[in-house]
């Protein structure tokens, strides 16, 4: 197997093993495996496995930012509408919320198999919802920010 079907095939299989990894042993992998595995990918020297899992990991940084905001925006909603005496219909219910987090985990896995699948035809794909930090902070130029 010469070097660019093994560093297209790692970068395939990179998210599908995190996202295997996070819900078979530990959910705080989901994060932290990413991180790891860029740089072993980055000693090996496979190219597309270590941008692959870089995208991975900023899009999971990324998710994990954006439901952090909204659930303080969640968090303060509930706290007027506690201190007004009222109601908000899914706020109030905690429907909201768990709308939220089932969107937020369907967007995840599509993204992350859409990454692996590009990743084996040797493309790039840049999530929507990605913001692109850690690009930015390796010095490429991120594409959708």
């Known amino acids: 197997m010469n070097n660019t079907t093994k560093d297209r095939t790692t970068a395939a299989a990179t998210p599908l093993m995190v996202l295997a990894a996070s ?4 959910p705080w992998l989901l994060p932290v495996l990413p991180a790891i595995l860029y740089f072993i990918y980055k000693k090996l020297s496979l190219n597309l496995a ?3 899992t870089l995208k991975a990991f900023d899009l999971i940084i990324s ?3 954006i439901s952090i905001v909204i659930g303080l925006v969640i968090g303060s909603l509930l706290i007027v509408s506690r201190d007004g005496e009222f109601t ?3 706020v109030s219910s905690g429907l909201l919320t ?4 089932i969107i ?3 967007y995840l896995i599509y993204s992350l198999l859409r990454l692996s699948i590009t990743s084996f035809k ?3 794909y840049n999530p929507k919802l ?3 930090i850690f690009e930015a902070l390796r010095g490429k130029r991120a594409s959708n920010v």
């Open 63 to 65: 998710l994990i930012l």
């Open 23 to 26: 819900y078979l042993v530990a």
């Open 122 to 124: 040797g493309k790039t």
């Open 88 to 90: 908000i219909p899914l």
């Open 98 to 101: 768990n709308i939220l987090i």
């Open 130 to 132: 990605s913001m692109g």
């Open 104 to 106: 937020f985990g369907l």
């Open 50 to 52: 270590k941008d692959t």
